[in-house]
Nanobody, 124 residues
Framework: QVQLVESGGGLVQAGGSLRLSCAAS????????MAWFRQAPGKEREFVTA????????YYADSVKGRFTISRDNAKNTVYLQMNSLRPEDTAVYYC?????????????????WGQGTQVTVSS
């Protein structure tokens, strides 16, 4: 069982930056692929980025490539999402997710555990 707790969300102006953190419980954190998804009002939850258990492979949605960076610190059981050049369309609740696999799923169904979400609001 893994519990995920996100933090770092907030209100920021367009062009600004935020760093989200996701702290995970459990001794086997390093065996999990980790990802960030987001859900805007009235829209489906969508994939943002994911990282392999080793941290050596990362994947991004086209909409965030070059602006967002995912990273992890297995010693701290934490995954991060650095978001730069934020846009109003990035406004959403951001969810951290974990999958007990050596692959890196990009679909919702691939993830076993979810955090409660943290709100990110980008004003124009």
């Amino acid at each position: 069982q893994v519990q995920l707790v996100e933090s770092g969300g907030g209100l920021v102006q367009a062009g600004g930056s935020l760093r989200l953190s996701c702290a995970a419980s459990g001794r086997t954190f390093k065996a999990y692929a980790m990802a960030w998804f987001r859900q805007a009002p009235g829209k489906e939850r969508e994939f943002v980025t994911a990282i392999k258990w080793s941290g050596r492979s990362t994947y991004y949605a086209d909409s965030v490539k070059g602006r967002f960076t995912i990273s992890r610190d297995n010693a701290k059981n934490t995954v991060y999402l650095q978001m730069n050049s934020l846009r109003p369309e990035d406004t959403a609740v951001y969810y951290c997710a974990a999958a007990q696999t050596f692959d890196v799923p990009t679909g919702l169904d691939g993830y076993d555990y979810w955090g409660q979400g943290t709100q990110v609001t980008v004003s124009s």
